[in-house]
């Protein structure tokens, strides 16, 4: 897609699916990066108590993702 710029992810947690190593998904993500310059704004919906989330990792990821490639991180968080 040539004149994309930024993308915009919302996601309520770490992949369960295809890609699962988060060092990985980093290193893809830089590497893309570097040949294409497209923004990643990361936000995690880090809601309710759900005893599988890794809330930590999520965040790591959605940060490190949005820091690689020049982007901006959010959160929304609860416990409720």
Known sequence: IPQVETIYLLTDGVPTSGITNIDTIISKAK???????VKLNTIAFLMG??????KPLSKFLMKSLADATNGTYRALESDK
């Open 49 to 54: 108590t759900d005893s599988g989330d890794n």
């Open 31 to 37: 590497t893309r990066y570097q040949t294409k310059p």
